[in-house]
């Protein structure tokens, strides 16, 4: 999974992403510059960790994701100047979007980051409808000499034509109704307004979350999931000891380190899900989509797994923990299941997947 982080000149995104990944890449005048700041974030579960504890394996592998943070806005201040095209086609290649917005003040220039996410989508949706524009023009043109492609490339060009009336009244295509082949389809485009997003407010130091819900209610009501995070702060206790920035959170009253915050609401916008295997060799989290099969854990997993499949023997986190986390005594309270092909893997199953290649 890849996560891109986008925003507004002066919207403290490159602090945002050093709170979430630890990094300490610069702040300030990342808005001029041509580069793209990368990271990976290891996702901490302590389902897993309880699992490393009992079984001691020589390796533990959590699950993951990259985190890329983008300039694809340049300006002075928080205004746009310029939208990067090399960056664009850039950001057309993550799984998801972190809209950072402004809710701290500048000199002279109160926070509006409703206006702010506003301003940045609507940068999107034009940049998204070029894309359409040139694309449907290439159709009408081969659309005039007869050839194989032809009834697919009609289908193609009047599902543009409805993407290119949503975009022009200023409607994500996130919003318009399509059919799983149309999105299939679409999806070679990788439009900026047709990605995941999820909207993280900036704020002041002293602000607390639930002042941020009062004092900027239009954001919240129009994207109930908006993360608000204190980020300056969050970056350097990203920066500190585990138990140092234990301490200093609960002085803070912080519950969650950022990467913790932005994790749990990634996971939910992507709905996605973790399952388990264990050994004496790895312990490890696999991350998946809700509602996969067993078949797809195993080939998430390795290929051979899902070539030869059998079966897979699943046990639940929490019946696991009930059963002292020990298989064998799981096994023997009628705990384990063998499941086939089409079982739908549930976040915090214990799988061992039966094969033969």
Not at 105 to 119: M, R, V, W
Not at 224 to 249: K, N
Not at 316 to 325: C, I, K, R
Request: proline share 5%.
């Amino acid at each position: 999974m890849i996560v891109g982080i986008v925003g507004l000149p002066s919207s403290g995104k490159t602090t945002v992403f050093n709170a979430i990944t630890g990094s300490d890449a610069p702040v300030g005048s990342f808005s001029s510059a041509d580069t793209t700041h990368t990271a990976t974030v290891w996702v901490r579960d302590e389902r897993l960790e309880a699992l490393r504890d009992h079984y001691r394996p020589r390796k533990l592998t959590p699950a993951s994701f990259q985190v890329r943070d983008f300039c694809i806005i340049s300006g002075e201040g928080e205004k746009i100047k310029d939208l990067n095209p090399r960056m664009l086609a850039a950001v057309r290649e993550v799984d998801a979007l972190l809209k950072v917005v402004r809710g701290f003040d500048l000199p002279g220039s109160p926070p509006d980051p409703a206006a702010e996410l506003e301003e940045m989508d609507t940068e999107f949706l034009f940049a998204d409808l070029g894309i359409i524009e040139r694309r449907m023009e290439r159709l009408e043109k081969s659309s005039r000499k007869p050839h194989p492609n032809a009834a697919t490339e009609k289908k193609e060009l009047e599902l543009l034509s409805r993407c290119r009336e949503q975009l022009l009244a200023e409607r994500p295509l996130a919003e318009l109704e399509m059919k799983d082949e149309e999105r299939k389809m679409l999806s070679a485009y990788s439009f900026l307004s047709l990605k995941p997003s999820l909207v993280v407010l900036n704020l002041d130091d002293e602000v607390s979350d639930e002042e941020a819900r009062r004092r900027f209610a239009p954001l919240f009501a129009a994207h109930p999931d908006t993360v608000p995070l204190r980020a300056r702060i969050q970056m350097e206790l990203a920066r500190l000891s585990e138990d140092e920035r234990a301490a200093f959170m609960e002085e803070l009253g912080i519950e969650d380190p950022a990467a913790d915050k932005i994790v749990k609401a990634a996971f939910r916008l992507l709905g996605l899900i973790s399952f388990f295997t264990i050994g004496k060799d790895e312990v490890r989290a696999w991350t998946l989509k809700k509602g996969s099969d067993a078949l797809t854990a195993a080939g998430r997993i390795h290929t051979d797994l899902a070539r030869g499949f059998i079966r897979a023997e699943v046990i639940h986190f929490d019946e696991l923990a009930s059963a002292g986390l020990d298989r064998k005594t799981a096994r023997n309270k009628g705990l384990a299941r063998l499941e086939a092909k089409n079982y739908v893997v549930r976040d915090g199953d214990v799988i061992e997947i039966r094969f033969n290649v």
